[in-house]
């Protein structure tokens, strides 16, 4: 895995045209537009996997078909390759809907990408929406028991982009002591790589967010329970949102944002037939909560913290 890969925002720009390309025209092309804002036929929906998956379009299905339904628009899928390609698609109108990691986010919308704030993900129905970010290592590595001990190791994160994976983690070993000099990194490119990275040897220490690391790998039989040691969680991190181009006309927008968040849920997307069984938790998430932008304050306030070069769009 290359060490210290990074799509800064600006290029990500640059490589639209491959990593959104079955997009063709640009969303802002596609259908009506008027003073009312734009009413487009087709809607895309820009996501990045939290695995390394190619089965992205087939997790996502039951959402794809929901929104058909509730909207009488065709829905396209794209795979994006970083957090980045899903800010500038949005900001370019190539992505009408795009769901967003916290730091992506805030990102996103304070380079002002023209967005509203639909609702963030839960895992389960009525949970909380935060989540943590897990620093961990192997089980049977002695030397590492704190962040402290990071140094002078091969440590992976996940995205340059990513809350979770990489701007808290930063965070958290700025606090112990540890500066980016002090180890070798490796951006694994998703946080079940940066888990099976440590796994497997690749990286003796790593970073992710907790449900990867507590259950889904567990659950999906590629590592072992007990395989890993968590030696660090972060603060509580608010939970992944998902927005919507604001240039869309505001009946469509409002129908968007109705649409997941009295209905974008396992339960209600099981009861109507768009999935079965585990199918129906899209990304391991049981549905859609409330969210507004000033629950986002505390990735600003890291930001503030760390002066991570990734905070600012552009960067």
């Keep these: 895995m290359p060490r210290h890969l990074r799509l800064p925002v600006i290029a990500a720009a640059a490589l639209l045209p491959f990593v959104l ?25 820009a996501a990045i996997p939290s695995e ?55 990102v996103a919308k304070d380079s002002g990408v023209s967005l509203d704030l639909v609702g963030t993900q839960v895992a389960t129905k009525g949970a909380d929406a935060g989540y943590k970010s897990y620093g961990f290592t192997l089980n049977s590595t002695k030397d590492i028991n704190s962040l402290a001990d990071f140094k002078g190791h091969k440590v992976c994160f996940v995205d340059p982009t990513s809350t979770s994976g990489y701007l808290y983690p930063v965070a958290g070993l700025a606090k112990a002591g540890v500066t980016s000099s002090d180890y070798s990194k490796v951006m ?17 220490a790593g970073f992710a967010f907790d449900a990867m690391v507590d259950s889904e790998l567990i659950k999906q039989g590629k590592i072992k329970k007990g395989r890993l040691k968590v030696l660090w969680k972060s603060a509580e991190i608010p939970g992944s949102p ?35 069984g585990d199918a129906c938790m899209v990304g391991g998430n049981w549905g859609f909560a409330i969210a507004k932008d000033s629950d986002y304050d505390s990735v600003r306030d890291v930001c503030d913290v760390t002066k991570d070069s990734q905070c600012k769009a552009g960067s």
């Design 21 to 45: 390309s079955a997009c063709g025209t640009s969303a802002a092309d596609n259908g009506a537009s008027s003073a009312s804002g734009r009413d487009p036929g087709n809607l895309v929906i």
């Design 52 to 106: 390394n998956s190619t089965t992205l379009a087939e997790q996502y299905q039951p959402i794809v078909k929901l929104l058909e339904a509730e909207t009488g628009k065709k829905v396209q899928l794209q795979k994006a390759t970083s957090y980045a390609a899903v800010i500038e698609a949005q900001r370019a109108h190539k992505a009408d809907i795009a769901f967003y990691g916290p730091l992506s986010y805030v």
């Design 188 to 204: 694994a490119g998703g946080h079940d790589a940066s888990v099976l990275a440590v796994a497997g040897g690749d990286c003796e």
């Design 242 to 276: 998902v927005a919507v181009s604001s240039d869309l006309t505001a009946e469509l927008r409002e129908k968007i944002t109705d649409t997941f968040l009295d209905k974008a849920n396992a339960d209600y997307m099981k009861s109507k037939g768009y999935c079965t």
